[in-house]
């Protein structure tokens, strides 16, 4: 477990090295967040209990998902493109011989980048919008503490869905359209546009059984202490459930693709 955790230490600390692109990032999205604030603000003055969210709610729904965006992956900018890179030119044969498990050390990776970018570029955001806005924060030690180990499930079900997706690059010249597809699926069924109570009847029901709802809408909702007692229990369960049923599947995959793995291009 020594080499996992350095291997975390050593993702952190790439990522913290990105200085001018962390503090585009932070302005990307403080930005952005003001435009879906105000857009928020709009809907909710004309429906105000929209999806059971009051304003204040929908408001810190819109800035904790800013500051959420990047430690999730929920727009890509991870671990996948540079794993689809190395299956496609060879490289994933120098990886295997590691004495080290291949779904581990990635695993590792990204928490270690999701970790720097919740710091580097969650804090910012937030206090912006904290600033500008009424949000409902709670201030419950124990709440948040509560969000943190929602935040971590959730970047383990991202990293497991995005593990797969990568693992496509085995059977696929390119493997770009299987990764943007899936940046699509993720940010419409995580909530991040939309809480995903909005949506109505059988299609919101099935949205929030899916795993994206455990990257983002369940983490805030936690924050938002929506869930209480056996709910809690079970919305931590959701996100563990997922991680551990698409870790497997992930595990199963790479071993499929690696008992004969074809390096493309020669």
């Given at each position: 477990?020594?080499?996992y955790a350095?291997?975390?230490?050593?993702?952190?600390?790439?990522?913290?090295?990105y200085r001018?692109?962390?503090a585009?990032?932070?302005?990307?999205?403080?930005?952005?967040?003001?435009?879906?604030?105000?857009?928020?603000?709009?809907?909710?003055d004309?429906?105000p209990?929209?999806g059971?969210?009051d304003?204040?709610?929908?408001?810190?729904?819109?800035?904790?998902?800013?500051?959420?965006?990047?430690?999730v992956?929920?727009?890509?900018?991870?671990?996948?493109q540079?794993?689809?890179?190395?299956?496609?030119?060879?490289?994933i044969?120098?990886?295997?011989?590691?004495?080290?498990?291949l779904?581990?050390?990635?695993?590792?990776?990204?928490l270690?980048?999701?970790?720097?970018?919740?710091?580097?570029?969650?804090?910012?955001?937030?206090?912006?919008?904290?600033l500008?806005?009424?949000?409902t924060?709670?201030?419950a030690?124990?709440r948040w503490?509560?969000?943190?180990?929602?935040?971590t499930?959730?970047?383990?079900?991202?990293?497991?869905?995005?593990?797969?997706?990568?693992?496509?690059?085995?059977w696929?010249?390119?493997?770009?359209?299987?990764?943007m597809?899936g940046?699509?699926?993720?940010?419409?069924?995580s909530?991040?546009?939309?809480?995903?109570?909005?949506?109505?009847g059988t299609?919101g029901?099935?949205?929030?059984?899916?795993?994206w709802?455990?990257?983002?809408?369940?983490?805030?909702?936690?924050?938002?202490?929506?869930?209480a007692?056996?709910g809690?229990?079970?919305?931590l369960?959701?996100?563990?459930?997922?991680?551990?049923?698409?870790?497997?599947l992930?595990?199963?995959?790479?071993a499929?693709?690696?008992?004969?793995?074809?390096?493309?291009?020669?």
């Amino acid at each position: 477990m020594r080499l996992y955790a350095a291997v975390a230490v050593s993702g952190f600390r790439r990522h913290a090295t990105y200085r001018v692109a962390t503090a585009a990032g932070v302005f990307t999205n403080t930005v952005f967040g003001f435009i879906l604030a105000y857009t928020f603000i709009a809907l909710w003055d004309e429906r105000p209990h929209l999806g059971g969210y009051d304003q204040g709610q929908a408001l810190t729904f819109v800035w904790v998902g800013q500051a959420l965006l990047a430690a999730v992956s929920l727009m890509g900018g991870g671990f996948e493109q540079e794993l689809q890179e190395r299956i496609r030119n060879g490289d994933i044969a120098v990886d295997l011989y590691r004495p080290a498990d291949l779904q581990l050390w990635w695993l590792s990776a990204d928490l270690g980048r999701a970790g720097f970018q919740l710091l580097g570029r969650g804090v910012v955001p937030l206090a912006a919008g904290a600033l500008c806005f009424e949000l409902t924060l709670p201030t419950a030690p124990l709440r948040w503490l509560l969000f943190l180990c929602a935040v971590t499930l959730a970047v383990v079900v991202g990293f497991a869905l995005r593990y797969l997706m990568a693992l496509g690059a085995f059977w696929l010249l390119d493997n770009a359209g299987v990764l943007m597809v899936g940046q699509l699926l993720s940010l419409f069924f995580s909530g991040m546009l939309l809480p995903l109570t909005v949506f109505p009847g059988t299609f919101g029901d099935v949205a929030q059984a899916l795993p994206w709802a455990a990257v983002f809408q369940v983490p805030v909702d936690v924050l938002l202490g929506r869930y209480a007692g056996t709910g809690l229990a079970g919305a931590l369960g959701f996100q563990a459930g997922w991680a551990a049923l698409l870790l497997a599947l992930g595990r199963l995959t790479q071993a499929r693709a690696t008992r004969k793995a074809v390096v493309q291009g020669g």
